[in-house]
Structures are given as structure tokens and as C-alpha cells.
């Protein structure tokens, strides 16, 4: 059974129809990326699935027991507040040392718990927040825009390891990009909304789509072989190509 269903989801707000129409469905264990331009509606989407946003029309169906992991883009707190990272993770609800050292190691963190929350990088920042999402032990990880001030290295690197966490979680990944990157080689799957899904399918597929094409052009090619070139991590137990 597909985890998440959407079915001709329509939103209204403010008097304007934001996203119309919309059907799409996320399996376990896949990695889909919506990309689209500014005010394209990809945050108002996920804030659909989230159930922070009413639907007008549509539905959403959900597996029974589905758990959802949100990463938000940025650190949902005052940084200068003196936190440390396992203290972080603690919050709101009580983990055990041992599992919190273990998201952090699975979110590339390791050996780091003791250390202020205003003191990481950026990409740590970023993997902090993930290890948090991983807390919950979700079926479905979603991410806003989670490399936003990260270099392209920093951003291929995040998602070589959402990547890692999928093979070794099994749990499925829905995350939003305002701009291509190498977020759709990191991808099995990618949608591009405009307030309607354009056209989808895999990364070179949705990047030769014309579509695609009418509102990004042919910049991705680049991006795409980056991600290639920087991709010799092997994958176990999940079968899925880039090519
Ligand atoms: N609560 C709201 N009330 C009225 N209009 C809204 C509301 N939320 C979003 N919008 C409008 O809907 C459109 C889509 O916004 P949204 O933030 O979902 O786009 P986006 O694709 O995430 O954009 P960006 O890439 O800039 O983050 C925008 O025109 C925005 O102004």
C-alpha cells in the first residue's frame, strides 16, 4: 500500500486557488524531490501532507500508523538560546542517550552531541535537524529546502546521506527544492509543480521533459553529472539507479 495518497488536492487561500488539483502518491522506501519555481506551491504542499493547511477539494489518505519525520529549513528556535545538540534532541520528548548518539551517527554526526546548538555549521545544523526527524523512527522523512545556504559540495553531500539513511532505515523521503542543484539526481523520482504537477517521472525523464524545459531551461546537466561523478558510495538492499 502507498503510504500517502493525494488525489486531485486543491488549496485556496487568501482568495487565490494555490494548488489545483494535484494527485500523487509516495511509496515506501522511495525518494521523490518536488521541484518548481518560486511560489510554485511546494511549501504549501507539504504543509498539506503535514495537515497545517485545509484542502478545498481532494483527498488525502494516509497508511494507517503512518509516522512522519519533518525537517524544517532552519533551527525551530532562538540559535543563541545555550543548548547543547543532545540536549536538542531531547526536547520535546525524552530519548535515551543511546538512541539520540545513534541518530546523530546516522545522521553523520557523530561525537558531537556535547556541543552548542549555536556553534555547528550550516550542514551540521542541517544534519542535527535530520537526526531529530530520525527520533520518531518515521515512515516518511519530510524536508523543506534542507540545503538553503549550503555550497553544492555541502548539498550533495546532505543528500548522499539522506540517501544512507533510506537504504539503511527503509523509510521513505519527500522533500521540497526551489531549485534543482543535485537534488533530483538524489532523487528515484521528481515532480515539478507550478500550482499543478507539470510532469514527472525520474530526474532525466522530468529533465527532458518540455515542461520542465518552458520553466527551468537546460540548466541541470551539469548538476546532474556533479551528483554522478561524486556518487561512489555503494547502496545495499534497495535497487535503484541514476542513470
Ligand atoms: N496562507 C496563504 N494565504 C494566501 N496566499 C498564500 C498563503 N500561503 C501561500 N500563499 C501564496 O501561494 C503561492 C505559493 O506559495 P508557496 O510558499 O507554497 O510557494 P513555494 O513554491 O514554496 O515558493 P518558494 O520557492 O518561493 O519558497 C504564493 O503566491 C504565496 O504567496
Redesign the pocket.
Same mark, same amino acid.
Given at each position: 500500500m502507498n503510504l500517502l495518497t493525494l488525489s486531485d488536492v486543491t488549496v485556496r487561500?487568501?482568495?487565490?486557488l494555490?494548488l489545483d488539483r494535484i494527485s500523487l502518491s509516495i511509496d515506501p522506501g522511495e525518494i521523490v524531490t518536488i521541484v518548481?519555481?518560486?511560489?510554485?506551491?511546494? #511549501? #504549501?504542499? *507539504?504543509?498539506t501532507i503535514l495537515g497545517a *493547511?485545509p484542502v478545498s477539494g481532494g483527498t488525502i489518505t494516509t497508511r494507517p500508523g503512518l509516522t512522519i519525520g519533518y525537517v524544517p529549513q532552519k533551527l525551530p528556535l532562538d540559535g543563541s538560546l545555550p543548548l547543547t545538540v543532545a540536549r536538542f534532541l531531547a526536547l520535546p520528548h525524552r530519548h535515551s542517550p543511546k538512541k539520540i548518539a545513534g541518530a546523530l551517527k546516522l545522521a553523520g554526526l557523530p561525537d558531537i552531541g556535547d556541543r552548542q546548538l549555536s556553534a555547528l555549521s550550516g550542514g551540521q545544523m542541517q544534519r542535527a535537524l535530520l537526526a531529530r526527524a530520525l527520533l520518531s523512527e518515521p515512515d516518511l522523512l519530510i524536508l523543506d529546502?534542507p540545503t538553503t545556504g549550503l555550497d553544492q559540495q555541502g548539498e550533495a553531500g546532505f543528500y548522499r546521506r539522506i540517501e544512507m539513511v533510506r537504504d539503511k532505515r527503509g523509510c521513505a523521503v519527500l522533500m521540497?527544492s526551489?531549485d534543482l542543484h543535485v537534488v533530483m539526481a538524489a532523487s528515484d523520482r521528481v515532480i515539478c509543480?507550478n500550482?499543478h504537477v507539470c510532469c514527472h517521472g525520474t530526474p532525466a525523464s522530468v529533465a527532458s521533459a518540455p515542461e520542465y524545459r518552458a520553466l527551468f531551461g537546460h540548466g541541470t546537466g551539469g548538476a546532474l553529472a556533479l551528483y554522478r561523478h561524486d556518487h561512489d558510495h555503494e547502496h545495499h538492499g534497495h535497487s535503484h539507479s541514476h542513470d
Open positions: 487561500a487568501g482568495g487565490s494555490i518548481g519555481p518560486n511560489g510554485s506551491g511546494k #511549501t #504549501t504542499l *507539504m504543509r *493547511m529546502e521540497v526551489h509543480l500550482g
